[in-house]
């Protein structure tokens, strides 16, 4: 496409009709454009979500009472361990990628992802690693039961469905590390100039220091379970304490990974926020800088706490004061984080749109989480938390009103720029509310069973622990019904949503792509937009 | 543009269906199971040893601290929501963008209360350590799925599972209520005893895959890990002799839901006469067996 180089919108607008796109299938399966594989990213990411919805509503079912009515105990164990799984690997950072795709871009000024053919390639990985883990219900002796975790030795009893196990978890890694590798060479080169690094949207720097979260700890998630395959077939024993081996250095590998990942799914959550709380209180970004600071921060303790998820293992008292003592400093950026939103909102002038009615949620919830998660620091407190219903509270209070109601705050927020249509506002307001009421029928009663001493990962429960769970499993087949609203108010908006005028959807909306025409064309800004618009956008 | 309007109307409505809809729930709930005692089961329980009472401390300290922030920042939240509305005809104040002093007072204020959390949070962890000097020891071994005790130097050593009322019922569609089971999933064949106001060492391993030993009521929990030996101890209240319920806490297989933990807390004397019964008839029981 010849242009002459221009800034304005107007020709943006003309352009967009003549944008040569391949069509057909060719379209996707070859797709190099990174709204296409962003686009791929997100319907996969929301088809797994209902997977792993569907996994999680079975298990609610089982435990609507005492007694065991629907599975057998080891079909439970399954579905914990594929519920968790796929809700991690294949519902929350897919949707991170996929919004990463669409949005930083567009956000930093620059044409596509700096390397097109390895985004096309991390996308179709994932189809293939999510086919292989979930056909393990159709092997001998059913799909891994060991739990997300998959701690040895359990893990290692599984038999047909735990290679398959280790090569998903391989192929998602990969798929993570590509498309990680593909975020920090996009921010690091394609920025449009006068995009400075603290000009950038925080979206983007969030996703920035994921990115690196990412390269640094897959492979050692890698590590930890190709050592498990060895263990299982070529007769080491690095996990086998009967070959000298210990079971307990998994725990250390994993949870080196496993910390850091759970950054890897709320830090974008923070950028979203970040994003959608000055929009629509029509206010700058309160303390910018401070977020970036509080952001990298977060990342750099994630590698020094990871031990907090063992505390219970035996370890020695220096170990466990050292992990209580870091665990606990994170309260202090993440603090920073909540009081900068805060202070965002004091003083602005708020309106409460679906994308800032899930925001709000984010914040009042995610403290919440944060608090048990101050909580679950404190070891000798922890000795009575840990495995317990409260940690589940805790985790699906970070991830569930954390990263899932951001994401779901992203794409209220980007969906008119995107398909350049409005969605139905008062679905998507009631989308909200069943989802914050019911989230909170789902997931509170499970800190008082925690706390009254009801384990984790249990198909069948003693009686004193019956009241709660019904009130939990109520809530929690309300919120997964109330899911389905969210794909309907999308596929409505796609076919019929009202025509966006202009470039902002939103009045308080500030950054780059919303000085892109809606729908955003297919090929954005193949000339670098002006620094003017750069600085317009960059106001904080 | 898209202005604000859309109201909270549909969540007042919500709210309040969620609220009739609990309570139409609760109602004959409450009045069935009354005596279970469900409803009421929101905290951690006191529990009968030094450390459980730690524990507890500690825990609600971390508890009020979280609600006294939480109503702090909410507060402000809830104030922007309601008085900075731009359907009230707030106008943001975009100047506001930055102060370096408010921001070094929110990062400092909270190290020095995180000072103050950690300070108590460390004394009791060392407490809960100092596993020196025990009267007596007990090893508790975790496999799938039921633990084995053994007292060392008394030749009793005895295998404690779930009771054969709460397997019958747990089966899938067994058609038992678990109502009508007493203590269903935390009742065992064969108790734990240990005597009150003594200082106990738990010496505890498993011999296949990871399992957690935890007793509420005594604040502790450590894992049984083949390959280690963690010890764990506990010292249950001298006036505080009774039944003490918990389970497995670490995901170990099929039987994870299905390894309750019973301890019997009696005193000194019952506790002599019980091992003395224990040995003599484990002695009986394997001389009758190799007979």
């Given amino acids: 496409m010849a242009e002459t180089p221009h800034t304005d919108l107007h020709s943006h607008a003309e352009h967009a009709d003549h944008d040569h796109k391949p069509h057909g299938w060719r379209r996707w399966v070859f797709a190099t454009n990174h709204k296409d594989i962003g686009t791929m990213y997100l319907v996969l990411s929301c088809v797994l979500f209902f997977v792993g919805g569907a996994f999680a509503m079975v298990i609610r079912a089982e435990l609507f009472k005492p007694g065991l009515q629907i599975v057998d105990p080891g079909v439970f164990n399954s579905l914990t361990t594929m519920h968790g799984l796929v809700m991690i690997f294949g519902a929350i950072m897919p949707a991170w990628v996929g919004l990463a795709n669409w949005m930083i871009p567009i956000q930093i000024g620059a044409p596509d992802m700096a390397l097109p053919r390895l985004n096309n390639l991390s996308f179709w990985i994932l189809p293939f690693a999510f086919t292989l883990l979930l056909s393990s219900w159709l092997v001998p002796g059913s799909a891994p039961a060991g739990g997300w975790t998959m701690y040895p030795p359990l893990t290692l009893q599984f038999g047909a469905s735990f290679p398959m196990l280790i090569f998903a978890i391989h192929l998602m890694g990969i798929s993570s590390i590509l498309g990680a590798i593909n975020v920090i060479v996009t921010i690091m080169n394609l920025r449009a100039p006068g995009m400075t690094l603290l000009r950038m949207p925080l979206f983007v720097w969030t996703w920035l220091i994921t990115a690196f979260l990412l390269i640094a700890v897959m492979p050692v998630l890698a590590g930890a379970v190709t050592m498990m395959l060895t263990d299982h077939f070529f007769g080491t024993s690095f996990f086998n304490a009967a070959g000298g081996g210990d079971p307990v250095m998994f725990q250390h590998i994993f949870w080196f990974f496993g910390h850091p990942e759970v950054y890897i799914m709320i830090l974008p959550a923070f950028g979203v926020v970040s994003e959608v709380i000055p929009a629509f209180s029509r206010k700058p970004l309160f303390g910018y800088e401070a977020m970036v600071y509080a952001t990298a921060s977060i990342a750099f303790l994630s590698f020094i706490v990871w031990a907090h998820h063992m505390f219970t293992v035996g370890l020695p008292l220096t170990a466990l004061l050292f992990f209580m003592f870091s665990t606990m400093l994170i309260a202090v950026p993440t603090g920073v984080k909540v009081f900068n939103w805060t202070a965002t909102m004091w003083r602005g002038s708020l309106s409460f749109e679906p994308p800032m009615l899930f925001a709000i949620a984010f914040l009042f919830l995610f403290t919440i989480g944060g608090f048990s998660g101050l909580m679950l620091a404190l070891v000798p407190a922890d000795f009575q938390y840990q495995d317990t219903y409260f940690v589940v509270a805790h985790f699906h209070y970070v991830l569930v009103s954390g990263a899932a109601f951001a994401i779901m705050a992203a794409v209220y927020y980007w969906l008119p720029k995107w398909v350049g249509r409005m969605y139905d506002m008062r679905l998507a307001t009631w989308h909200f509310w069943l989802s914050a009421i019911f989230f909170n029928v789902l997931f509170f009663p499970q800190h008082f069973l925690g706390l009254a001493g009801m384990p984790r990962r249990i198909p069948d429960y003693a009686v004193q622990f019956a009241d709660w769970n019904m009130v939990s499993s109520i809530g929690g087949f309300a919120f997964g019904l109330s899911q389905l609203l969210f794909p309907y108010i999308i596929w409505k908006c796609v076919r019929s949503g009202a025509r966006v005028e202009g470039t902002r959807a939103w009045e308080g909306a500030r950054g780059l792509e919303w000085e892109l025409p809606s729908p955003a064309p297919y090929h954005s800004w193949t000339t670098p937009p002006s620094e003017a618009l750069i600085a317009r956008g960059a106001e904080h | ?291």
């Fill in chain 2, 1 to 291: 543009m898209y202005r604000a309007r859309v109201g909270s109307r549909p969540g007042i409505w919500l709210s309040l269906a969620a609220l009739l809809a609990a309570a139409g729930m609760a109602a004959p709930a409450i009045a069935d199971e009354s005596s279970q005692g469900g409803w009421g089961l929101l905290n951690l329980p006191v529990g009968v040893t030094s450390i459980s009472k730690d524990v507890y401390s500690i825990h609600m300290m971390a508890f009020w601290v979280c609600v006294a922030i939480g109503i702090l920042v909410f507060g402000v939240m809830i104030w922007s929501i309601i008085f900075h509305r731009h359907s009230r005809g707030a106008v943001a104040d975009v100047t506001m963008v930055h102060n370096t002093k408010v921001e070094i007072i929110w990062t400092l204020v909270p190290v020095l209360i995180l000072v103050g959390m950690a300070i108590p949070a460390a004394h009791g962890l060392m407490l809960i350590n100092d596993d020196s000097h025990p009267q007596l020891e007990i090893k508790v071994t975790g496999f799938q799925w039921g633990w084995q005790y053994t007292y060392p130097g008394t030749g009793v050593s005895f295998i404690s599972k779930l009771d054969t009322r709460s397997m019958a019922a747990s089966d899938l569609d067994s058609g038992i209520s678990a109502y009508s089971v007493p203590h269903y999933l935390r009742n065992v064949d064969h108790p734990m005893v240990v005597p009150v106001g003594t200082k106990v060492r738990l010496l505890i391993t498993a011999v296949d895959v990871i399992h957690s030993w935890w007793v509420p009521d005594f604040g502790i929990k450590k894992d049984a890990i083949p390959g280690y030996i963690n010890t764990a101890w506990f010292e249950v209240d001298a006036d505080k002799p009774g039944i003490y319920r918990g389970q497995c806490a670490e995901l170990c297989g099929r039987g994870h839901g299905y390894m309750p933990i019973v301890v019997e807390a009696v005193s000194e004397a019952d506790f002599q006469a019980w091992l003395k019964r224990e040995a003599a008839a484990e002695k009986a029981a394997t001389g009758a067996s190799s007979s």
